[in-house]
């Protein structure tokens, strides 16, 4: 007789789902078939509209018994979430008690974050329980800055050199641990240093996460048990982002923790944009091109903000503010081969791109800036180096170049490198960042006469 295998326990199967993702999963569903719903019925308006026949009241919408159908579905759909979502929230106070969960297994963690970094605008937009927090933490663990006392506590024998390391999109801070190496150990290690690691929802907008990370830095700096004497930011790739606009917050903010920052450090961030983003937007273009596939552009924009927010690098609220993240109406006009140099229409997305709103933002003065970028290609000087960068960030964006001055990042020659044979998330792992890193961030060694 086969032995039965052992039943997780309780706690073992909240660590991957919990009773209230159920709840926050029904909502989502029922968004999705509506969305659904509405583009079928876009489809089906356009092939009357087509056949000449009389059209509803909206562009998208059909009229007639053919709209109450539509209509009725989306009702009923309505209906069933409704029920479904109140049914739950009157359950889950017996089933779920979150002074009783364990610890998140990294997995959960890691599709929330992928889920953020896709959808996050619309989670939090909706207030689904699935949307994530700004959070600063240590450990593994969330600072407490709501309480002085337990923050203090948990700061016990922090250093007076604070590393702040901020993950990219589709990320959270957990997964700064890739093969067995985190950055952010490693350096506190040598360096003597206390890391802190920032989880963000990174669907929302870029100045969004930056101006909360601020607001948050700041406060944890008045909370710093010992005089700081430095600050490091490290960001990958939107992280760095993130970063730069937090700077320009504090900046404006006049935060106190802006005069102890010393040096910024980007890994493969996307300062110019990321191709990846001007390829979504290429297929919004070409779906909306026939009344046909035009009802399909919703999926398309399904895209979180975050994400359109990395088509041209977008760091401050001005970039966005007052526009369609989706509107292709505008476009600049290809330039001559007299005004630009070689290579302007890949670096500035010329042709099916949107027109590049943002205002000159410059590093910040009296900071080191570094920037390490990476590139696929085996060695120095081959087309693929240029065209492939690191896979998702192109070796020009993440070194700051850009054929307009005004826009361009001025990184001193030793605060530049370029990796070989690395991909954009091999950047966390890599022997040769690591050692970059500390070469940069390690204090100057004193001379025989100083």
């Known amino acids: 007789m086969t032995p039965r295998k052992p039943q997780p326990t309780r706690d073992a199967l909240l660590r991957h789902v919990r009773p209230s993702d159920l709840q926050a999963a029904v909502r989502l569903a029922a968004q999705a078939t509506t969305g659904v719903i509405g583009v079928a019925e876009g489809v089906h308006q356009a092939v009357r509209q087509r056949l000449g026949l009389p059209a509803g009241i909206e562009p998208d919408r059909t009229g007639g018994l053919t709209g109450q159908i539509y209509q009725g579905i989306r009702g009923v759909t309505q209906l ?29 963690e890691a599709v929330l974050a992928a889920l953020n970094g896709v959808l ?63 950055h952010g150990a490693f350096l506190a290690q040598a360096l003597g240093a206390t890391p802190v690691y920032l989880r963000y929802n990174s669907g929302l907008h ?20 010992v005089p700081l004497t430095t600050i490091t930011l490290v960001g990958h790739s939107m992280g760095g982002l993130v970063a730069r606009a937090a700077v320009d917050e504090a900046q404006r903010s006049q935060h106190r923790w802006r005069t102890q920052l010393k040096h910024l450090v980007f890994l493969g961030t996307p300062h110019h944009g990321a ?40 760091v401050r609220d001005a970039d966005w503010q007052g526009r369609d993240r989706f509107g292709s109406t505008e476009r600049r006009a290809a330039p001559s081969s007299d005004a630009h140099p070689r290579g302007a229409w890949r670096s500035e997305g010329w042709g ?4 590049d709103h943002r205002e000159p933002l410059p590093l910040p003065e009296g900071v080191a800036c570094m920037a ?16 492939t960068g690191d896979g998702l960030v192109p070796l ?8 307009d001055p005004r826009h361009r990042l001025v990184f001193p020659r030793e605060g530049q490198r370029t990796v070989y044979r690395t991909g954009h998330l091999e950047l966390l792992s890599s022997p040769v960042v690591a050692q970059q890193l500390l070469q940069w961030l390690q204090p ?4 025989p006469h100083d």
């Open 80 to 108: 069933v979430g409704h029920g479904l979502d109140s049914a739950l929230a009157s359950l889950l106070p017996l089933v779920d008690d979150p002074a009783r969960h364990p610890e998140p297994s990294p997995g959960r």
């Open 120 to 182: 996050g605008d619309h989670l939090q937009a909706t207030g689904n329980p699935l949307a994530q927090s700004t959070e600063l933490r240590l450990a593994g663990r969330r600072l407490p800055l709501e309480s002085p006392a337990l923050l203090r506590e948990r700061l016990a024998g922090a250093s007076s050199h604070l590393i702040v390391l901020l993950h990219g999109l589709c990320m959270n801070d957990t997964q700064w641990l890739r093969n067995g190496h985190d």
């Open 206 to 225: 870029t100045s969004t996460n930056g101006r909360e990370f601020a607001r948050q830095l700041e406060w944890l700096v008045s909370q710093w048990p």
């Open 275 to 314: 191709p990846l983003e001007r390829a979504g937007h290429g297929v919004d273009v070409l779906l909306g091109a026939t009344p046909f596939t035009a009802p399909f552009k919703r999926l398309g924009q399904l895209r979180s903000a975050g994400i359109t927010d990395l088509r041209h690098g977008h």
């Open 352 to 355: 099916p791109g949107f027109v």
């Open 372 to 387: 390490v970028a990476a590139t696929l290609a085996p060695q120095r000087g081959l087309l693929a180096e240029r065209l």
């Open 396 to 403: 020009r964006s993440a070194l700051g170049q850009h054929d």
């Open 444 to 447: 100057p060694t004193a001379g």
